[in-house]
């Protein structure tokens, strides 16, 4: 596709449930992105994939969030025993190959998840 | 490490007015930097970006942005503002650890402008 392809747009699940959310970056982006927008905050990073290099997972808030791409395509990431603090909108971005610091990052239109 | 700071969580201007959206940073390198907007409902959109090339960055929109070493800061400006305008904007710089070059966002600016 032409952008940054997040699916579901929408979920609901119990507490206690796990989910498991989709990203499809843009064709020939190496770099892929994972932050997470609570209700009017700012954007929180939470991991990072660049080619075949080991992932950022330094933002990674506890061990029930859990990443995985495969390659340069796509990536899924999974929380597992959700909380109703894990409600959120969570958004994937993708940037061609990052060797200095200006690429540009598209991002999808994002996740919202909402914890009941 | 890099971060930004945004000194307004909210500014209201009026239609046609100027607009000043107020981005301060902290680097310990040349940093590359970044305005974002949100409009309601829709994804993030680049709206500029610094790249060392010229300290007046223009953008999309009529919006512009200015990189001010001496005073570590990368105010967001347009000189008349529209109701379209009317968004949440994310000062944003890269931040390069390793092979790992990850977006450190600001906590976001809402505009809002008055008809």
């Known amino acids: 596709g032409a952008g940054v392809s997040q699916s579901p747009s929408n979920k609901v699940t119990e507490k206690g449930k796990d989910v498991e959310l989709r990203c499809d970056p843009i064709?020939?982006?190496?770099?892929l992105y994972w932050y997470r927008q609570r209700l009017g905050q700012g954007l929180e990073f939470l991991i990072y994939f660049q080619g075949n290099s080991a992932p950022d997972k330094s933002g990674l808030p506890s061990d029930r969030f859990s990443a995985e791409r495969t390659g340069e395509s796509v990536s899924t990431l999974t929380i597992q025993r959700t909380q109703q603090e894990d409600s959120a909108v969570y958004l994937c971005?993708?940037?061609?190959?990052?060797?200095?610091?200006?690429?540009?990052?598209?991002f999808g239109q994002g996740t919202r998840l909402t914890v009941v | 490490a890099q971060s930004v700071t945004q000194l307004d969580s909210h500014v209201s201007v009026s239609e046609g007015t100027p607009v000043l959206l107020r981005c301060n940073y902290s680097s310990s390198y040349s940093p590359s930097l970044f305005w974002y907007v949100q409009h309601p409902n829709k994804g993030l959109q680049l709206l500029l970006k610094y790249t060392s090339a010229a300290t007046l960055v223009k953008g999309i929109n009529g919006f512009e942005a200015e990189f001010k070493k001496s005073e570590t800061s990368f105010h967001l400006t347009k000189p008349s503002a529209h109701m379209s305008d009317a968004a949440e904007y994310f000062c944003?710089?890269?931040?390069?650890?390793?092979?790992?070059?990850?977006?450190?966002f600001g906590s976001g600016t809402r505009l809002l402008v008055r008809p």
């Open positions: 944003v710089v890269s931040d390069r650890r390793g092979s790992s070059y990850k977006l450190i």
């Open positions: 064709s020939g982006h190496t770099a």
């Open positions: 971005a993708s940037s061609l190959v990052v060797t200095v610091l200006n690429t540009e990052a598209f």
